[in-house]
């Protein structure tokens, strides 16, 4: 296997992905294939609650929350990312303290201590997610949310490893756990993303101490589909298959 090391990857990637995506703040977004959180309403009005993003990236949803009343601390394992993401929050003249660490280990933050931990495409670059998924848990207050989107599992059969492309026809088994490596865009930088089938989510949540609440596949727009994938592409089946999938959990109260 290939020894990639996704904080130096991050790290070199970072400013051309925050130039490329130009992720918006008005609203906390679950990634760039579905809708952002002002049109699907999942959290609610998050005024005066705490809220912990794991894997905040550039800060973005961190800083859309702050602009809605939260209290946000954002978490991200690339400095660049973060340096990214201190700036802008100072530029959209809100406070939000951000650190860098793991997923897998939130030891910055005391037992029962957030409302909402939430995370947007960052969930498939962990390793261990059991270990994610407890922290997550201990973190969380009883009844406390655990919201986060990632690439749909599905989407994973139409890579094509040595091709470090997409395919028309699935290319790995959807059962298969051997850990995902491409490269990144036209960067040229390597990357290692993690697959789980839907029912090992489900299951791994469950174990962790959460109820699953909703499950959503939500469909991108319409006109993004037809820019990225138009009919008279050789590709353009893979509009047909969900891109995002979006978990919504309650922590369970603990006995």
């Not at 809708?35 to 993003?53: A, S, Y």
């Not at 910055?108 to 995370?119: G, H, K, L, P």
């Not at 599905?154 to 756990?177: G, I, K, N």
């Not at 138009?230 to 006995?255: G, N």
């Amino acid at each position: 296997m290939t020894p990639i090391d996704l904080r130096a990857a991050w790290n070199q990637i970072a400013a051309s992905y925050q130039q490329r995506h130009a992720i918006p703040t008005d609203s906390a977004h679950y990634g760039p294939w579905a809708p952002p959180e002002n049109q699907l309403r999942l959290l609610g009005d998050v005024k005066g609650l705490r809220i912990l993003e794991v894997g905040c990236g550039g800060g973005q949803c961190s800083i859309a929350f702050a602009k809605q009343g939260a209290i946000a601390v954002g978490v991200d394992l690339s400095d660049a990312q973060l340096e990214h993401a201190r700036k802008l929050a100072t530029q959209e003249g809100v406070e939000v303290k951000f650190i860098q660490g793991t997923a897998e280990d939130l030891s910055a933050f005391n037992d029962q201590e957030w409302d909402i931990v939430f995370s947007a495409y960052a969930f498939q670059y962990v390793a261990d997610m059991p270990r994610c998924l407890s922290e997550c848990a201990r973190v969380l207050r009883p009844q406390g949310r655990l919201v986060f989107s990632l690439d749909h599992p599905f989407r994973d059969c139409f890579f094509d490893q040595e091709e470090d492309d997409v395919t028309l026809y699935p290319a790995r088994s959807y059962f298969d756990h051997t850990p995902m490596t491409w490269t990144f865009n036209d960067t040229g930088v390597w990357m290692r993303s993690y697959h789980h089938t839907i029912g090992e989510w489900i299951d791994m949540l469950n174990q962790a101490g959460f109820r699953l609440l909703r499950l959503l596949e939500p469909s991108p727009p319409q006109e993004m589909l037809d820019e990225i994938w138009p009919y008279d592409d050789p590709l353009s089946s893979l509009r047909h298959i969900p891109p995002t999938i979006i978990f919504v959990a309650v922590l369970e109260v603990r006995q």
